[in-house]
């Protein structure tokens, strides 16, 4: 009697891109407040300022804010007094303390530029963001190709989430300075926002070239560039960061990633070796590598990639299918019932998880479970003539012979030479002792495929029943040469030669 065939469906190992969502996003660089050059072009007759200018360029600073706090006491309306000491209290790095004299310093002097610009860098310091953007506005007023303030307007706005105004102010700082690799950083952060890919990764790609030593820089283009995708890029400004010391795990996934869409799957692995113990969490990283360890042949190595990934979300269904498999491959067929049943639960209309628990079902003994499925099958799918021949042998194996002979012959009506239904009708014919049928079914069976060894054994059974034992041991020995090691083949040829002494 035929076994059943295992109706496995194949594997899909592609690489599922999933690491996109999981990446680094690109950080932006906010740049810190500068200050201006000290207050310029105080009255001669101003000494009391003078001399504290004269105290902070000796290096006396406290002096200095001493002698300004005593002037400005002498005298509330001295606009220099309140502008020096709010440069020097940033310039010691008390940017709280300066807001209150830079503020009066504005009052009185509310077109000076360098009042404005360390006013903007007090606020931006002190982290009140409104005011610093306003006062920066009133800095382009006043001076339009002042490319420090455009930055720090664009940077400002990004982090108000405004990414068109920070795409206008760091354009203009760039148009004014197209060296500086912090803008450049910060418009693809912007453009990024906006959700310009390929401007995004272009201005990212000239931050990091103007620095080429910078890591951060390097990665924020090489993500941008991995996204859209473009490898070549991508892999440029990768490798790079890391040369450049860059320790983000997701950069090496990330190339991990290029390698293989490229078809470089062992250096893929290698780098998914390096982060291993830097991924702990990341569910598309484990199963990634779960599927470049099963491609390299690592079957224990992707059974434990497959399982870090189903700790993490134990209802992905590409992981439940791949890590079945293995298990089925493996022959560990109670872990792979359990990897499919989990499957097919998920989606009940999931016809290659069914016909997999289905086969993992068989490997565990659980016929009935298996013909259950296989049923279910064929009820949605009648003309699944590979399915319907394995519920027909379960079903002979679990003794329903009508229902069996049922299915052999729906399929002969529509493939009157299929091997395996000719051989099934006639096992029926054979247990209703018609032996000329099942004799002359068998024989259609081996002319249909002359290498099916069940229909020679079966054939042979027949005619010895029919007192043709010549006949039977040249169908036994035919079997044998076909599969020298089917044992009850061989059992067969040896009663009957036993039996027949001519």
Sequence with gaps: ???????????????????????????????SAWAQQPPIAVPASNAQVISAANLYNEGKTDEAITLLEQTIQADANNGDAYSWLGFLHLRAGHAAMAVAPLERAQQLKPNDLEVQVNLGNAYLSTNQNAKALATYEKVVALKPDMEEAWYNIGNLH?????????????????????????????????????????????????????????????????FAYYVIPNDDRAFEYLSRAIRDGDTDARSKAALADIHLRNGRKAEALALMGEVESLMGKDKAFWYNRGVLQTEAGDLSGAESSYRRALQIDGNDAATLNNLGLIYYGQKKYADSVRCFSSLYNLNKQNRGAQMNLAAAYLGNGQLRQAADLWKEIVRTQPNRSDVRLDLATAQWQLGEYDNARYHFAYVLKSDPTNARALNGVGMWYHRNAQFSAAAESFRGAIKANPNFVPAYNNLGIVYEKMNKRPEAIKLFEKALSIDPNNAEVRRNLERVRSQYKG
């Design 1 to 31: 009697m035929p076994g059943i065939r295992n109706n496995m469906i194949t594997c899909n190992t592609k690489w599922i891109k999933r690491l996109g969502a999981t990446v680094a996003m690109a950080t932006l660089i906010v740049g």
């Design 158 to 222: 990004l982090q108000a989430g405004s990414a068109s105004h920070a795409i206008v102010a760091l354009e203009k700082a760039v148009g004014l300075n197209a060296g500086d690799a912090f803008a450049w950083n910060n418009l693809g952060a912007a453009y990024g926002k906006q959700g310009d890919k390929a401007r995004s990764a272009a201005a990212y790609g000239k931050a990091s070239d103007i620095k080429m030593d910078n890591a951060l820089f390097a990665r924020n283009a090489g």
